[in-house]
C-alpha cells in the first residue's frame, strides 16, 4: 500500500501564497504520476496540477495555469505544490493522488491512492 499525508493548509488573505507538501510513503513503483486535486463544498472535485514522477512532465488545470507549480522531491518521496496570487475561488480542500500509470491524466477516478486532504481557505 501506500500512504500520502498533506501538509501545509491554512487561511491565508487573496493575493497571498501558500505551498502544500505530500509526503508518499510505502510501496514504490518504477514510475507513477502524482496528482494535486481539489473539492470545494458542494462541488465535484477537481483537477489542480500533476507531474510524472521520472522526467518531471507536469500538466495544469487552466484555472491555475501561471500561479500555482508542481514540483517533487525525489529523494524525499515529496510532490510539492506552491500556490501564488491565492483567490477566494481557490478555497477547497486540497488533496494528493498518486496513480500507477505512466500517463498524465486528470480524472479523480483513474488515480489509485490519497491523502487525507488539507484545507485551504482564501479571504477576501
Known amino acids: 500500500q501506500v500512504q500520502l499525508v498533506e501538509s501545509g493548509g491554512g487561511l491565508v488573505q487573496a493575493g497571498g501564497s501558500l505551498r502544500l507538501s505530500c509526503a508518499a510513503s510505502g510501496r514504490t513503483f518504477s514510475n507513477y504520476v502524482m496528482g494535486w486535486f481539489r473539492q470545494a463544498p458542494g462541488k465535484e472535485r477537481e483537477f489542480v496540477a500533476a507531474?510524472?514522477?521520472?522526467?518531471?512532465?507536469?500538466a495544469y488545470a487552466d484555472s491555475v495555469k501561471g500561479r500555482f507549480t508542481i514540483s517533487r522531491d525525489n529523494a524525499k518521496k515529496t510532490v510539492y505544490l506552491q500556490m501564488n496570487s491565492l483567490k477566494p475561488d481557490d478555497t477547497a480542500v486540497y488533496y494528493c493522488?498518486?496513480?500507477?500509470?505512466?500517463?498524465?491524466?486528470?480524472?479523480?477516478?483513474?488515480?489509485?491512492?490519497w491523502g487525507q486532504g488539507t484545507q485551504v481557505t482564501v479571504s477576501s
Open positions: 493522488a498518486l496513480d500507477r500509470s505512466i500517463i498524465v491524466r486528470r480524472n479523480n477516478y483513474e488515480y489509485d491512492y
Open positions: 507531474i510524472r514522477w521520472n522526467d518531471g512532465i507536469i
